[in-house]
């Protein structure tokens, strides 16, 4: 199974949501955090669609345009349980995922579960420990459980992993290993707000945060529930033979040195399905495969230093690949 995917299928005869069902659901919940995320509805969805998939976010901006607060509000407005790590230089791996304490009353050792048995676990600011203490995460997020001294501890559904990060030329930051990057299923940029809302933002703050104002909209039942019925949404043959040439043609690049990998390409199906569910569709249109080809595989590409005019634009270099890439491509009909 692919990293961050989890087996949601639905046992025979267990009845699932309708498409219109599951989009009041989610408009409830976009509803929610845009009273906090203010003129990023964009943002705001594709979150939503990686909760929905299954997968793990990566949110990377430049510090203070709202990166942390979207995934608070995501947390707040939905009732399940929520942890937030702050990563920092001397974070260790139990830090994250626990540890055995021996109890000498029962001569015995207990685990202690640590912060990343939640619901949702923000990772803030990733990118600000060491590779070792990041790759703790990696079972978590590709199995849905972890493994300590032999013993393994399963997580609860809905699990997913909203991390943070400023990019690497900022000082004081460990780049992600390839192997860690590529189990978000998607990457997106939040940006600076326009000036017309930076001003509602400083309006609705003058007498307090939003945030704190914010009360959940859905339970983590209903997120299962979402995550079930996005497993039903029909692909059609061409639209997957669509997703593959665009796979063959990064593998194939002399501009990259990586292309996506096949976990890259269920991540991509599987967002597709969501995103055409969050839009109270039972099947997938081409735009759905168009509008997520960046935030699901740019992150994932490794763009040959031949063709790199420096390594703190190799990101974006990566969509403009992605891009030239989506010329060439013929969009079903």
């Known amino acids: 199974m692919v990293a961050g995917m989890r087996n949601l299928q639905p046992a025979d005869g267990e009845g699932l949501l309708s498409a219109v069902e599951a989009a009041e659901r989610v408009a409830r919940l976009q509803s929610a955090i845009e009273r906090v995320i203010r003129g990023k509805a964009e943002a705001v969805r594709l979150a939503i669609v990686t909760l929905l998939a299954g997968g793990h976010l990566l949110v990377e901006d430049v510090p203070g345009v709202g990166k942390t607060t979207l995934a608070q509000a995501l947390a707040q407005a939905i009732n399940c349980a929520f942890q937030r790590i702050q990563f920092t230089s001397d974070l ?4 994250v995922i626990g540890l055995s304490i021996y109890n000498e009353r029962t001569r015995e050792f207990e685990f202690k579960h640590g912060p990343v048995f939640a619901n949702i676990v923000l990772a803030d600011e990733i990118n600000r420990t060491t590779p070792k203490t990041q790759s703790a995460l990696l079972e978590a997020m590709a199995e849905g459980h972890v493994t300590v001294e032999g013993v393994t501890y399963h997580l609860r559904a809905p699990f997913i992993v909203v991390a943070t990060q400023n990019p690497i030329e900022h000082h004081g930051t460990y780049p992600l290993p390839e192997s860690q990057v590529d189990r978000f299923m998607l990457r997106l940029r939040i940006g600076y707000p326009s000036f017309e809302i930076e001003k509602e933002i400083l ?4 007498h307090g945060d939003p945030l704190e104002a914010l009360r959940p909209v859905l339970s983590g039942e209903d997120v299962v529930e979402l995550q079930r019925a996005v ?6 043959d061409a ?5 593959m040439r665009i796979v063959a043609a990064t ?3 002399e501009t990259l040195d990586l292309g996506v990998s096949p976990r890259g390409t269920l991540a991509l199906f599987r967002a597709a399905q969501a995103l055409a569910l969050t839009e109270g569709r039972d099947y997938c249109l081409p735009d759905d495969i168009k509008r997520l080809i960046l935030p699901v595989f740019a992150h994932r590409l490794v763009v040959n230093s031949r063709f790199s005019s420096s390594l703190h634009r190799r990101s974006e270099e990566a969509e403009e690949v992605l891009r030239e890439i989506m010329k060439t491509v013929s969009v079903p009909l």
């Open 203 to 206: 309006r609705d703050r003058e």
């Open 92 to 95: 260790l791996p139990s830090d």
């Open 239 to 243: 639209l997957v033979d669509y997703l």
């Open 231 to 236: 497993h039903t949404v029909s692909v059609d």
């Open 251 to 253: 593998r194939d690049s």
